[in-house]
């Protein structure tokens, strides 16, 4: 058996059928690189170093977050889709705050809740308690770390048990260009305070890798001295709010990344397209003069003088002798524009993982199946960004604030001392309303009915409210239209058609309603109810002698 016979055997049993061929010139098996790992002329791009998720960061961190903060400043998508990628997450009120603590029976404990509940309201909404720096309350600062994570790659709160206020608590969000990106040092090293264990961009790690302490600057490092000195704070005291894309990344990188280049270019294409449109609008031109024609004697010390014309509504010029006018008429935008735009639109939309449709606010020719599926696959999204967001910064801030706010007496007098006892809890996020409600409604209420699916979830879901809320709500509303001598008509029965019968049925509906309260108001037609009522309205008598009208 020859050698090359030997390697074929050995390549069969090593690699997939799909990793070798069958030599045409010697019959055996050559090994074969994937395509994606093939070098030359035609796929050097695809060649590239093997490094640790550490080593990637710190070699593009700061670049990257220049160029990251810069795009958002000056470009209008990306500056949308940061305040998108917040209002989605968070929302306009923040994430909703739901004590879970139960008694000994197992139940849940009204009071206890209460108590917990409307405390952790009045300490979110106060910007003087909330935050050190009085900058905003619970809610803005929930807004302001996702907008540094989607920018700057991540989020840094610093948390201040024991701080000086009604509660004993409060925090502060921090620039990540405060965490010392800069600051390496190997195991064993000498750095006091660190006793001798790793650093990596300013996060010092046990043999775990799991963050110790960060090391901080007081102000941001660009400032007069703000390079000289550092802060060392135990990590339980910060929480670093960021999207982990491999293990044992350190740092978080700008979700802008994948599309820097790409939303830069058509930024500079969009410019300069913009620019040649208005120089097309001025529809400008050149004067010119033929060196053979006679011409009017130079009056200005010998040499021609600078011609110049400004173009008004109906003026008519009369060029001297010897000159003619050309004009210079570029054709812009041209009609390949809006598709280049929106092709290159699509692929940053990819990147970021959200809709060409949300990201460039373009509804045109869009339908109600594709809406539908693109707000599907974007809440999918906001889901897990959500549940991010709670599992990184609201368990801690939670934990924080239960603790402080039994040692500084904010809570009042609870069953117990201890802490643990109060730390179940729910942090619901906000939700969305279905594109088409009336159906959506009616799949609930099928839910419910067949036990699919709980009234508590269905109100998070669609409203990011709490079903004890609604029932509240609701509880006051049926005590004030009594107090008022009023009752309410229960909604008639009855399905409503879907597709092409829907608006026929409609107007059927409105047909009978009117004939109905022509018959019990004394006149009546198809157009017009009973007692003046608008088409489709009923009049009648209920038990207490009032008039109810139902529309």
Same mark, same amino acid.
């Given at each position: 058996?020859?050698?090359?016979?030997?390697?074929?055997?050995?390549?069969?049993?090593?690699?997939?059928?799909?990793?070798?061929?069958?030599?045409?010139?010697?019959?055996?098996?050559?090994?074969?690189?994937?395509?994606?790992?093939?070098?030359?002329?035609?796929?050097?791009?695809?060649?590239?170093?093997?490094?640790?998720?550490?080593?990637?960061?710190?070699?593009?961190?700061?670049?990257?977050?220049?160029?990251?903060?810069?795009?958002?400043?000056?470009?209008?998508?990306?500056?949308?889709?940061?305040?998108?990628?917040?209002?989605?997450?968070?929302?306009?009120?923040?994430?909703?705050?739901?004590?879970?603590?139960?008694?000994? =029976?197992?139940?849940?404990?009204?009071?206890?809740?209460?108590?917990?509940?409307?405390?952790?309201?009045?300490?979110?909404?106060?910007?003087?308690?909330?935050?050190?720096?009085?900058?905003?309350?619970?809610?803005?600062?929930?807004?302001?770390?996702?907008?540094?994570?989607?920018?700057?790659?991540?989020?840094?709160?610093?948390?201040?048990?024991?701080?000086?206020?009604?509660?004993?608590?409060?925090?502060?969000?921090?620039?990540?260009?405060?965490?010392?990106?800069?600051?390496?040092?190997?195991?064993?090293?000498?750095?006091?305070?660190?006793?001798?264990?790793?650093?990596?961009?300013?996060?010092?790690?046990?043999?775990?890798?799991?963050?110790?302490?960060?090391?901080?600057?007081?102000?941001?490092?660009?400032?007069?001295?703000?390079?000289?000195?550092?802060?060392?704070?135990?990590?339980?005291?910060? =929480?670093?709010?960021?999207?982990?894309?491999?293990?044992?990344?350190?740092?978080?990188?700008?979700?802008?990344?994948?599309?820097?280049?790409?939303?830069?270019?058509?930024?500079?294409?969009?410019?300069?397209?913009?620019?040649?449109?208005?120089?097309?609008?001025?529809?400008?031109?050149?004067?010119?003069?033929?060196?053979?024609?006679?011409?009017?004697?130079?009056?200005?010390?010998?040499?021609?003088?600078?011609?110049?014309?400004?173009?008004?509504?109906?003026?008519?010029?009369?060029?001297?002798?010897?000159?003619?006018?050309?004009?210079?008429?570029?054709?812009?935008?041209?009609?390949?524009?809006?598709?280049?735009?929106?092709?290159?639109?699509?692929?940053?939309?990819?990147?970021?993982?959200?809709?060409?449709?949300?990201?460039?606010?373009?509804?045109?020719?869009?339908?109600?199946?594709?809406?539908?599926?693109?707000?599907?696959?974007?809440?999918?999204?906001?889901?897990?960004?959500?549940?991010?967001?709670?599992?990184?910064?609201?368990?801690?801030?939670?934990?924080?604030?239960?603790?402080?706010?039994?040692?500084?007496?904010?809570?009042?007098?609870?069953?117990?001392?201890?802490?643990?006892?109060?730390?179940?809890?729910?942090?619901?996020?906000?939700?969305?309303?279905?594109?088409?409600?009336?159906?959506?409604?009616?799949?609930?209420?099928?839910?419910?009915?067949?036990?699919?699916?709980?009234?508590?979830?269905?109100?998070?879901?669609?409203?990011?409210?709490?079903?004890?809320?609604?029932?509240?709500?609701?509880?006051?509303?049926?005590?004030?239209?009594?107090?008022?001598?009023?009752?309410?008509?229960?909604?008639?029965?009855?399905?409503?058609?879907?597709?092409?019968?829907?608006?026929?049925?409609?107007?059927?509906?409105?047909?009978?309603?009117?004939?109905?309260?022509?018959?019990?108001?004394? =006149?009546?037609?198809?157009?017009?109810?009973?007692?003046?009522?608008?088409?489709?309205?009923?009049?009648?008598?209920?038990?207490?002698?009032?008039?109810?009208?139902?529309?």
């Amino acid at each position: 058996m020859s050698f090359l016979d030997s390697l074929g055997r050995v390549a069969d049993r090593l690699l997939p059928v799909e990793a070798s061929r069958v030599s045409m010139d010697t019959g055996t098996q050559e090994l074969l690189d994937y395509y994606a790992s093939i070098q030359g002329h035609t796929a050097d791009w695809i060649f590239a170093p093997i490094r640790s998720s550490a080593q990637d960061v710190g070699r593009s961190l700061r670049r990257i977050r220049g160029n990251a903060r810069e795009l958002t400043r000056d470009n209008p998508y990306a500056h949308h889709y940061r305040g998108l990628v917040s209002d989605n997450v968070i929302g306009p009120d923040g994430m909703s705050y739901r004590a879970q603590v139960r008694d000994a =029976s197992g139940k849940l404990s009204r009071d206890v809740n209460r108590t917990l509940e409307d405390t952790w309201n009045r300490w979110a909404e106060d910007r003087r308690a909330a935050t050190v720096d009085h900058s905003g309350g619970w809610p803005d600062m929930e807004r302001l770390l996702v907008d540094n994570m989607v920018t700057d790659g991540e989020g840094v709160l610093r948390h201040y048990p024991g701080f000086r206020n009604a509660y004993g608590y409060a925090v502060q969000v921090l620039d990540p260009d405060q965490l010392d990106d800069s600051l390496m040092e190997p195991l064993g090293n000498g750095l006091e305070g660190t006793d001798g264990r790793e650093v990596r961009f300013g996060v010092e790690i046990d043999e775990w890798g799991a963050p110790d302490a960060y090391w901080l600057y007081p102000n941001h490092p660009s400032e007069s001295g703000g390079r000289t000195r550092r802060l060392r704070i135990p990590a339980a005291q910060i =929480s670093l709010h960021y999207v982990r894309h491999r293990a044992g990344q350190p740092r978080g990188l700008s979700w802008f990344q994948p599309i820097l280049a790409d939303m830069k270019m058509l930024g500079g294409y969009q410019e300069a397209e913009l620019v040649a449109a208005r120089t097309a609008a001025a529809k400008m031109g050149f004067f010119t003069r033929d060196p053979e024609a006679v011409t009017a004697p130079d009056t200005y010390r010998g040499r021609a003088p600078a011609m110049k014309m400004s173009a008004k509504p109906g003026q008519i010029h009369t060029l001297p002798l010897g000159y003619k006018f050309e004009g210079w008429d570029p054709t812009h935008p041209n009609t390949a524009y809006s598709a280049f735009v929106k092709g290159n639109l699509r692929s940053i939309a990819a990147g970021l993982r959200v809709g060409y449709n949300t990201l460039a606010q373009d509804l045109e020719g869009v339908n109600f199946s594709s809406l539908r599926q693109g707000n599907l696959q974007e809440r999918d999204v906001w889901r897990v960004l959500q549940g991010l967001t709670r599992r990184t910064v609201h368990h801690d801030v939670h934990r924080y604030f239960v603790r402080q706010g039994i040692l500084s007496g904010a809570l009042g007098e609870l069953p117990t001392r201890r802490a643990a006892d109060y730390m179940a809890r729910k942090f619901i996020p906000r939700g969305w309303a279905w594109v088409d409600p009336l159906k959506e409604g009616k799949a609930d209420a099928e839910a419910v009915h067949n036990f699919f699916d709980s009234r508590t979830a269905i109100v998070a879901r669609r409203t990011g409210r709490q079903f004890e809320d609604v029932v509240e709500e609701l509880r006051e509303e049926k005590e004030l239209i009594e107090a008022a001598g009023l009752t309410i008509e229960p909604p008639t029965t009855g399905g409503v058609n879907d597709g092409a019968n829907e608006a026929t049925d409609d107007e059927n509906a409105n047909g009978d309603a009117g004939g109905a309260g022509g018959a019990d108001g004394g =006149s009546g037609s198809g157009d017009r109810g009973g007692d003046g009522a608008p088409a489709g309205a009923t009049s009648s008598l209920n038990g207490t002698g009032r008039t109810t009208r139902r529309f």
